[in-house]
Structure formats: C-alpha cells, structure tokens
C-alpha cells in the first residue's frame, strides 16, 4: 500500500505548473465544476490543502469559509508552499492511522478525499484554462476504488454530481471523472 504523503506528493507535481499556468485573464471562466469558476476553485483547491494539513495532524479544521487568496498575494507560490506542507503533514507520524474529521472517517479515507480532490481540480483547472494534464498512473490506480466506494455518501453530501457516461474506450482517470459526475470531454463553451 503507497502511503497517502508519496501519492499528493505525485498529483500536486502535476498539479502545481497547472497552477503556476493560470494567466490572470482567465479567473472568471468557468470550470467543469459548475458552482467554480477559475478564481473560485483556485480557493477552494487552497483553502482543501490547507485544512487537510490540520486533518492530517488530527487537529480541527475549519471549510465555513474560503478566503479569495488570489488578489493582492502570489496565490501560485502560496499553492506550491501549500502543497509541500501538505505532503509534510501526510508523511507525519499516525496521519493514516485512526480516525480525523468531524466526521470521525478512517484517515486513510480522509486522505484519499484530498487525493481526489487535488487529483481532480487540478485537471478542472487545466481544462478551463486550455493546458494539457495527465493524472499518476498510481494516483488513479489508488483512487479508483475509494471514489467507487465514497460516491454515494459524496453525492447524498453534494460533493459529486450525478455519474455521467464515459465515452467509449474511456482511459481510467476519464471513468474517475465520470464517477465523480464530470464530463471527462468538458471544454470552456
């Protein structure tokens, strides 16, 4: 089993030149994500990694608010600082054991809900803002399964949409959006 810390260590390498490739003029397009536009999932992608830290560490953290971290501050090198320490904080002693989260979920679930996450917003953000992105082979491989096995609670909850149907001869990562109720063809209209 790959540790939670050496799989975000691979998605937010691929994830973090998405980031630094988002030009400003861009953060009010919209998004796979019908409630984001760019700006608005650049905080929300922010605000995930940075209270996942906490839930690693089995502190409290706080989603009642989402702070727009992309005026008056290097939101792309804040993304990347933020990242390392994610991975820092998975790769400490007992993250994956026990449970975290007002939810009281296994850690290992908590971890794969910000795999997913960062996973997946990288790739909206990449499809939004017209860069190419490709998620790890062993991030989709571990993913797979969890999001199987979390999409009924993450859709009673809001958080996927309603599954979609993959195209045919649909590659892994494209049946994962599905699951999670992305068009793994969406572009900006």
């Not at 910000?114 to 993913?143: F, N, S």
């Not at 399964?145 to 993959?166: D, H, L, T």
Request: proline share 7%.
């Amino acid at each position: 089993m790959t540790a939670i810390s050496e799989l975000l260590e691979a998605t937010t390498a691929r994830a973090i030149p998405v980031v630094r490739g988002v030009p400003e003029e861009r953060l009010d397009a919209p998004t796979p994500c019908a409630d984001y536009d760019v700006r608005a999932l650049i905080n929300h992608l922010l605000s995930v990694i940075v209270n996942f830290q906490a839930l690693a560490a089995k502190e409290d953290a706080d989603f009642s608010t989402t702070p727009d971290r992309t005026t008056g501050s290097d939101w792309r090198a804040a993304f990347e600082d933020e990242s390392a320490r994610l991975v820092k904080a998975w790769a400490g002693p007992g993250a994956e054991e026990g449970t975290t989260g007002a939810m009281d979920l296994p850690a290992r679930t908590v971890g794969h809900m910000v795999l997913l996450d960062t996973t997946v917003h990288a790739w909206d953000l990449a499809r939004a803002t017209g860069q190419k992105y490709e998620a790890a082979p062993e991030v989709v491989a571990e993913l797979g399964p969890a999001v199987e096995a979390m999409a009924p609670m993450a859709r009673q909850y809001g958080v996927f949409g309603k599954p979609v149907s993959a195209p045919e001869g649909a590659s892994e990562f494209e049946r994962l959006l599905a699951t999670t109720g992305r068009d793994p063809r969406w572009s900006p209209r």
